[in-house]
Every structure is written in C-alpha cells, then in structure tokens.
C-alpha cells in the first residue's frame, strides 16, 4: 500500500504543474517529441525541460524511446491501439485542414477567383 | 499499418489547388489545426524535389508552437505532390509521407491525400515501463476503492 501511495504521490506531483500538463497534452495530441523541440516551444532552457521530464517520467507518465524522444507512457500500448489512434487523430487533422482549404479556395481572400461563366469552360 | 487516405472534391481549378498547397502566401492561411492559426513569417517553401518547407502553427490561446517540416519527394506541377512531414529536424527517412494526388473533376479539382508512417520497432525497455506503470495503475485503482469503502 505504501508503495501505490508513492506512486499516486508522484503522479498528482507531475500534473500539478501546468507546464508539465501541457508537455503531456502535447505528447498526446502530437506524439513524440525530443529536450530540443520542447524547449524551443516553451522557449526554456533546456535543463529546466529536463526537469520536467525527469518528474513526468518518475512518476511513469512520459518515457524515452529508442530514438531518444520523449512519448507518453499508456496503459494498454499494443501495437494495433497505437495505430488506430494515430490514424484516427492524424485523419481528423487532416480532415480539419481540409475543411479550411475548401473555405480558403472558395473565400474573397483567394487571388484571382472570378467565376467562370457556364460557356467558358477551361480545356484541361 | 499507420496510414490513411482522404478524397475531397474542390471547388476551384487545378491550378488553383496546387497553388493553395504550394505558395507560401497562401499555405498560412488554412494550413492550421482548430484553436491555432500559422503566421507567415514560419514559412518557407522551396517546392522543388530535396527542397524543403517548414511552418509553425502556433495555438491561440497559450501561444505554445508547433513547428512543422519536411523534404519535398516528388513535384509534379499541377498533379502531384509528394513530402515528409513532421517536426523540421526529424530524420526526413524516418518521417511520415504525404502524397496529394489532383485531378480535374468537372470545373472543380479532385483531391486525394494519402499519408503513411513509417513504423516504430517497439523498445523492449518501453514494455517493462509499461508494465510497471499498469501494475501501479492498478494498485491505484484498489487505493481509491479502499478510500471510498472507508468513507
């Protein structure tokens, strides 16, 4: 018992910090990412990301892959989890983006756009 | 296997399709995640093969970026577009490929986006971790249960 309290100690340690917080959401909703990459997005030095990182992985939150990257730590992490879950998120993404495109394509913002008249169609 | 593939049709030329994915100009303007918007001083776009781009998306509300990036693999104005795509200093071999297939389609254009990871071989270290981290979790569970119990 006095071992599972520790750990929960450490898990609420690790989230109650707001930083760490997003360092997590931002593994999860963009996978892997290396001390570099952090820092330059919370524009921090390196040794405080690593700090960080050390409390995440302490309290078996976050862990280092073989590509020395930093990745969230899941609980049920078989391979065929993994992919659905890359798929599903990367495909709403691009779905989101998509959405967009079609609205820039069709805004005022888009250079040139004049409607072609129904008797000039381009030949292509 | 990591890999996905979406159609959509557009309302608009070809030539303006390709141009909407290529021009750094224009790319800033839709190229973002919801809650985020991509300002064009990130971008540079050298649309060549072996050339490379790179964007930030930077989110709304807590400023905190998401720089993106890649090596164009294949052009071929209007029709194919081919690039890796991921944090600008991931190895562009081990990157995930976007390959954008355009079509005329009546007045309009047919789009097909077609992305693909490359696979991670699992760490036998990640495992162990994963396990460790399961059994805690368990033990958790029966904390919090023996908590509510005593209530």
């Known amino acids: 018992m006095v071992r599972a309290t520790d750990e929960l100690s450490r898990v609420f340690a690790a989230l109650a910090d707001p930083t760490r917080r997003d360092i997590l959401s931002r593994l999860r909703e963009h996978g892997p990412v290396t001390v570099g990459q952090l820092a330059a997005a919370y524009a921090m030095s390196r040794p405080a990301v690593s700090q960080h990182l050390r409390v995440l992985a302490d309290a078996g939150l976050i862990v280092q892959d073989a590509r020395a990257q930093w990745r969230e730590c899941r609980l049920t992490d078989d391979g065929l989890t993994n992919a659905r879950d890359w798929i599903e998120r990367n495909r709403a993404d691009w779905s989101q983006r998509l959405d967009n495109l079609a609205t820039h394509l069709a805004g005022p913002a888009t250079t040139a756009k004049t409607p072609a008249p129904p008797t000039n169609r381009r030949a292509r | ?151």
């Open chain 2, 1 to 151: 296997m990591k890999q996905f593939t979406l159609e959509r049709d557009f309302d608009a030329p070809i030539d303006e399709v390709w141009r909407a994915w290529t021009d750094p100009d224009q790319v800033g303007a839709w190229l973002h995640s919801a809650g985020g918007h991509t300002p064009r001083e990130s971008i540079r776009f050298d649309v060549r093969p072996g050339g490379e781009y790179r964007y930030t998306m930077v989110n709304d509300e807590t400023g905190s970026r998401y720089p993106t990036g890649g090596v164009f693999r294949e052009v071929q104005e209007p029709t194919r577009l081919v690039f890796t795509w991921g944090h600008p200093d991931d190895d562009p071999d081990a990157a995930p490929v976007i390959t954008l297939d355009l079509a005329p389609q009546g007045t309009g254009t047919r789009l097909t986006l077609h992305l693909a990871a490359i696979e991670d071989i699992p760490d036998p270290m990640d495992t162990l971790i994963r396990q460790g981290w399961a059994t805690g979790f368990d033990q958790l569970g029966e904390l919090l249960t023996g908590a509510a119990a005593r209530r």
